[in-house]
């Protein structure tokens, strides 16, 4: 039985030029800075970011957590939006090893109001509380679909934020999503923050590892923060050659994917309208609410899985991301099925 694989954009494989990088790339020891493919990585960061200084380091999560480290949040709050993937997916590591104060405030549709981050910042003047260290935002935003933050919200945050002197980081897992919805580069949104992380292991198809940027000042700390986590590699160019390969033109694949998930969704959205938000489906996600035939989506999951199409699902969502292993074939395979499960549910 053929499997189609839409349980995320992770489990994308390195393309064969990817590989063929592998085989030649130059190396050094990264950890003491002379890995010469690990330097033209992370000053391709650089130039994609717009940013001083840039690190590559093995995921996401670290490149978060080095960040809040980095902006000296010990201590202190850090504004994330409730369904962030920083406060709800990374282990709490945030308070764990950061010592800060996870401080959530509520978005519409994971994107945050600059008004609510007003009422929410917290300044130094009172010494029973912790005051505001950091604004983390998120872009694209995992839990609400994949949805974009427009650049202009971002500029506003940003504005709020300088005015009380804190600084703003970038979750900025599938940017390149974001930027290929908008038609703008990544620039664009990193102009908007101090500090900035996009994953090389989603969308881009490279193996393993992020970058994380800022200006030189913050990198210097972020590298201190990065080693501390265990992320001082070696021979490191052997997994910065793919993302080397994957960002020479990371647009057009990422406008590929958005397609495919679109139709998907509209394929879906046709079974029963309920399924599918269609205006919330902006980039790579699809969210699928399944309420009007299970509580629980688990199920009818398994049910996907029993016919080849692997998803994931949590409570009511059945969640399907499109990627660069994903294709025309599959996304016809996810729709038959679905429609095969969704008839076999008693009315």
Same mark, same amino acid.
């Given at each position: 039985?053929?499997?189609?694989?839409?349980?995320?954009? #992770?489990?994308?494989?390195?393309?064969?030029?990817?590989?063929?990088?592998?085989?030649?790339?130059?190396?050094?020891?990264?950890?003491?800075?002379?890995?010469?493919?690990?330097?033209?990585?992370?000053?391709?960061?650089?130039?994609?970011?717009?940013?001083?200084?840039?690190?590559?380091?093995?995921?996401?999560?670290?490149?978060?957590?080095?960040?809040?480290?980095?902006?000296?949040?010990?201590?202190?709050?850090?504004?994330?939006?409730?369904?962030?993937?920083?406060? $709800?997916?990374?282990?709490?590591?945030?308070? /764990?090893?950061?010592?800060?104060?996870?401080?959530?405030? !509520? %978005?519409?549709?994971?994107?945050?109001?600059?008004?609510?981050?007003?009422?929410?910042?917290?300044?130094?003047?009172?010494? !029973?509380?912790?005051? #505001?260290?950091?604004?983390?935002?998120?872009? #694209?935003?995992?839990?609400?679909?994949?949805?974009?933050? @427009?650049?202009?919200?971002?500029?506003?945050?940003?504005?709020?934020?300088?005015?009380?002197?804190? @600084?703003?980081?970038?979750?900025?897992?599938?940017?390149?999503?974001?930027?290929?919805?908008?038609?703008?580069?990544? &620039?664009?949104?990193?102009?908007?923050?101090?500090?900035?992380?996009?994953?090389?292991?989603? %969308?881009?198809?490279?193996?393993? %590892?992020?970058?994380?940027?800022?200006?030189?000042?913050?990198?210097?700390?972020?590298?201190?923060?990065? &080693?501390?986590?265990?992320?001082?590699?070696?021979?490191?160019?052997?997994?910065? !050659? @793919?993302?080397?390969?994957?960002?020479?033109?990371?647009?057009?694949?990422?406008?590929?994917?958005?397609?495919?998930?679109?139709?998907?969704?509209?394929?879906?959205?046709?079974?029963?309208?309920?399924?599918?938000?269609?205006?919330?489906?902006? #980039?790579?996600?699809?969210?699928?609410?399944?309420?009007?035939?299970? $509580?629980?989506?688990?199920?009818?999951?398994?049910?996907?899985?029993?016919?080849?199409?692997?998803?994931?699902?949590?409570?009511?969502?059945?969640?399907?991301?499109?990627?660069?292993?994903?294709?025309? !074939?599959?996304?016809?395979?996810?729709?038959?099925?679905? /429609?095969?499960?969704?008839?076999?549910?008693?009315?």
């Amino acid at each position: 039985m053929s499997v189609h694989d839409f349980r995320s954009d #992770t489990v994308t494989l390195p393309t064969p030029e990817m590989m063929a990088a592998v085989v030649t790339a130059r190396l050094g020891d990264s950890a003491r800075g002379d890995d010469p493919t690990v330097l033209e990585l992370e000053a391709l960061g650089c130039v994609l970011s717009g940013k001083e200084d840039a690190l590559f380091v093995p995921s996401g999560t670290m490149a978060n957590l080095a960040a809040v480290i980095a902006h000296d949040s010990r201590g202190g709050e850090v504004i994330v939006e409730t369904t962030a993937h920083i406060y $709800n997916s990374e282990g709490g590591g945030i308070s /764990a090893v950061a010592g800060a104060i996870a401080r959530p405030v !509520a %978005g519409r549709g994971g994107q945050l109001d600059p008004a609510d981050i007003k009422v929410a910042l917290k300044g130094p003047g009172d010494a !029973a509380l912790a005051p #505001t260290k950091l604004i983390c935002l998120e872009n #694209t935003h995992n839990a609400s679909g994949g949805t974009v933050m @427009p650049i202009e919200v971002m500029a506003e945050i940003r504005s709020v934020a300088a005015s009380a002197g804190v @600084p703003v980081h970038l979750d900025g897992a599938r940017l390149f999503n974001a930027a290929t919805y908008l038609g703008v580069p990544i &620039r664009r949104f990193c102009d908007q923050v101090d500090s900035v992380f996009f994953a090389l292991s989603k %969308g881009i198809g490279a193996p393993i %590892g992020a970058i994380l940027a800022g200006d030189r000042p913050f990198m210097k700390k972020a590298r201190r923060a990065a &080693r501390l986590l265990g992320g001082g590699m070696r021979q490191a160019g052997l997994i910065a !050659a @793919p993302a080397i390969v994957g960002l020479r033109d990371p647009y057009p694949q990422h406008a590929r994917d958005h397609v495919l998930a679109q139709r998907l969704a509209r394929e879906i959205a046709r079974l029963d309208a309920s399924l599918v938000d269609l205006p919330r489906v902006q #980039t790579n996600i699809v969210n699928c609410i399944v309420t009007r035939f299970a $509580n629980d989506a688990s199920k009818i999951n398994s049910e996907l899985s029993r016919r080849g199409v692997l998803a994931n699902s949590k409570g009511p969502k059945i969640r399907f991301v499109t990627h660069s292993q994903v294709g025309e !074939a599959d996304v016809e395979a996810a729709i038959r099925a679905f /429609a095969e499960v969704l008839e076999s549910i008693p009315a």
